[in-house]
């Protein structure tokens, strides 16, 4: 780790910190975490900085624990089934805070392309691409008017329904390390599909990585597709 990835993950630890302690006391905080009180006094007002290997401990370990149970308190169900993640997805300082966690915890390679699907993938991806410091790309429904050449997935699903996403063929080049995000992975199509771009486009998977996964169908799809890390932060039943 060189000194920059420290100052990094140090000042990740202080945000998830200073996140948890806004329903908290210090003495709860330091029963959460497992560190001294005063410790944590210092770290959240700014006086001093966590080690690298303290900041390491908070950000895999409480901060992702705490991010999927925050996740889980904000997420709705309807009647039918359906699930309401537009409280965490139209939330940018919350999915900044997901960013370290997950690459942290999951093991993700440094991305040169965090891919992901619009609509709904869009400010995941951007807090990913942020943190990796790495481009982003979003695969649509439809073609863009001014753009002349595309990579192209479809597949028909289950339902009979045809499902086609496409990139601008520029947005992705052969030998680049592509992580693939979402909001959400049910069955795994959708990801499947990313998966396909990127394979076309002769890139390197680094991973596949979702807010939410629903039952386990979509991330055992994922699996047979790539020997990258897949993962989610926090899982439902389905």
Do not use: C, W
Not at 16 to 37: C, F, H, I, N, W
């Amino acid at each position: 780790m060189n000194r920059a990835e420290k100052a990094a993950l140090q000042l990740q630890a202080v945000a998830v910190l200073r996140m948890l302690k806004e329903t908290r006391t210090y003495d709860q905080l330091a029963e959460l975490t497992g560190l001294p009180a005063g410790d944590l006094n210092r770290y959240v007002n700014g006086h001093v900085l966590p080690g690298a290997e303290r900041a390491r401990e908070v950000v895999t370990g409480v901060g992702r624990d705490a991010l999927a149970s925050e996740l889980r308190d904000r997420v709705e169900f309807d009647d039918g089934g359906y699930l309401d993640n537009s409280d965490i997805v139209f939330d940018q300082s919350f999915l900044d805070l997901v960013a370290p966690v997950a690459a942290n915890s999951l093991g993700f390679e440094r991305p040169d392309v965090v891919l992901t699907a619009a609509t709904d993938g869009i400010t995941l991806g951007a807090a990913m691409a942020s943190y990796f410091d790495a481009r982003v790309a979003y695969a649509k429904k439809s073609k863009e008017t001014a753009v002349e050449e595309f990579i192209e997935s479809r597949q028909r699903l289950a339902s009979g329904i045809e499902l086609t996403y496409y990139l601008p063929e520029r947005a992705l080049s052969g030998g680049e390390r592509v992580l693939v995000v979402d909001d959400l992975i049910r069955s795994g199509e959708t990801q499947e599909l990313l998966l396909d771009i990127a394979i076309q486009a002769n890139a390197d998977v680094a991973g596949v990585f979702a807010l939410i996964a629903v039952g386990d169908d979509g991330i055992a799809r994922a699996r047979e597709r790539t020997d990258a890390p897949v993962g989610a932060l926090s899982t439902f039943e389905a």
